[in-house]
């Protein structure tokens, strides 16, 4: 177990140094107006799969409890019933060219089609991967994804010329189809289960349907701006606002990271007095931590992003700094979902979100316009304070906690290292 564990975690760095290295080249060789286009894609993507991916979730459930095949083909079914219904808007929208190029890059359109099947699929691969247990082959599929980018835009970008968007969306869509090969490869490996009940789209979409609002709305309170950037400042500046937001977000590292110790503690106990006490202590540590590198982060001058991603991108450390109250909100946010997940109170978390949202439209509304990206930006972290704001007065009436109980004092980091032992003692002994 601990083995998976080190393993996930690692994938996840590796992932988040790719994330780096990609940003460098396509600052560098791309340009700001044509990484703005490719952060818009990727966000259409994002949007369009959270529909389509509503059984994710109950794909990991039922994976070992019902018929896979029967499985695959419900989820199989939605993804293109979605991404049909996805095309039949876009060809309305062509009616209105001027919104469908705000919401949709001009010539993109099919790509992002074929771009939401392909990581549906991928997706679909992977939940049923992690729901069988099979964290080594899971692991496999994601890191082959991601790497795969770095090659095949290098390849685009020196070898075949290609300095536009599409050597970033060309490089996503070859590396999700040959993932998707590998992954179907290790499905048809596993065992059959005729002998299970069949599972029904209703049960599957019932099970999925509080995860996935809550995503889409909290994947809106860090993206909306784009589309206001994209059409009152410019393709340019959404693309320096793109780097900034792909800098801070590699720091909810820290708090995911550590909220997967408070999940583990969580699930592993039923005792409230001390579900709270680990989630304020670990919340202390995740928010100082955090601080601390959100504050290495924005001393960084700015002649050096120049340096490092473009002279474009000078400018980008001042959206850094606005977006920087959010990303330390962000860590709490990890904190607080995880103590609503773990002791069944999933529903805070979505109205968590909600909550952002209602603080986050006309906020971009009304500030991106005069401030282009630093509205947008100001305007995120508004939303992620306002989500935590919310979370914070659930887990109070919950919990009784006070604002004093966060202060940090010298015994809460001696008490999560104890935590941090018998979690790897734990993980150890069920090997």
């Known amino acids: ?28 060789f791309l340009g700001s107006r044509e990484w703005g286009v490719a952060g818009l894609v990727m966000l259409d993507v994002s949007l369009i799969l959270l529909v389509a991916d509503m059984a994710g979730n109950a794909l990991v459930f039922y994976s070992s409890r019902r018929q896979l095949k029967k499985l695959m083909t419900l989820a199989i079914v939605w993804l293109i019933f979605i991404v049909s219904i996805t095309g039949v808007a876009l060809l309305l929208l062509r009616s209105w060219p001027k919104l469908l190029h705000i919401l949709v890059p001009e010539g993109y359109g099919l790509i992002i089609l074929i771009l939401v099947i392909l990581s549906g699929l991928h997706g679909i691969n992977q939940n049923i991967l992690l729901g069988r247990e099979q964290i080594k082959k899971f692991n496999i599929l994601f890191t082959l994804q991601f790497l795969l980018v770095i090659p095949l835009m290098a390849l685009l970008i020196w070898g075949a010329g290609v300095r536009t968007a599409w050597a970033f969306v060309w490089s996503q869509t070859i590396s999700y189809a040959v993932s998707v090969s590998f992954g179907f490869l290790f499905l048809i490996q596993l065992p059959r289960t005729t002998e299970l009940r069949a599972p029904t789209l209703r049960e599957m979409l019932d099970f999925g349907l509080m995860t996935q609002l809550s995503s889409i709305t909290h994947l809106l309170n860090k993206r909306l701006g784009f589309y206001f950037i994209r059409s009152l400042s410019g393709l340019a500046n959404l693309g320096v606002y793109h780097s900034a937001t792909q800098l801070t977000e590699g720091l909810r590292l820290i708090g995911q990271s550590i909220s997967l110790v408070q999940l583990s503690a969580i699930s592993n106990s039923n005792n409230a007095d001390y579900a709270k006490e680990i989630t304020i202590r670990l919340m202390k540590l995740a928010v100082m931590i955090t601080l601390f590198a959100v504050i290495v982060l924005c001393l960084i001058p700015s002649a050096w992003f120049s340096a490092i991603l473009g002279k474009d991108f000078g400018g980008v450390n001042t959206v850094i700094f606005v977006l920087s109250p959010g990303v330390v909100a962000l860590a709490a946010n990890a904190i607080f979902s995880h103590f609503f997940s773990g002791t069944g109170r999933p529903k805070h978390n979505l109205y968590a979100s909600i909550t952002g949202f209602c603080v986050s439209l006309p906020s971009v509304i009304f500030l991106v316009k005069p401030f282009g990206m630093l509205g ?46 018998k979690t790897v003692s734990r993980k150890t002994a069920e090997r």
Do not use: C, H, P
Not at 4 to 27: D, H
Not at 401 to 416: E, T
């Open 376 to 421: 947008a930006a100001a305007s995120a972290s508004m939303a992620y304070m306002a989500a935590v704001a919310y979370q914070w007065i659930a887990f109070r009436k919950i919990t009784a906690a006070r604002i004093g109980d966060f202060v940090l004092r010298k015994d809460d980091i001696r008490i999560v290292k104890e935590l941090l032992r």
């Open 1 to 28: 177990m601990i083995r998976k564990i080190v393993s996930t975690s690692f994938t996840r760095i590796l992932n988040a140094f790719s994330g780096l290295v990609i940003l460098w080249i396509a600052t560098n």
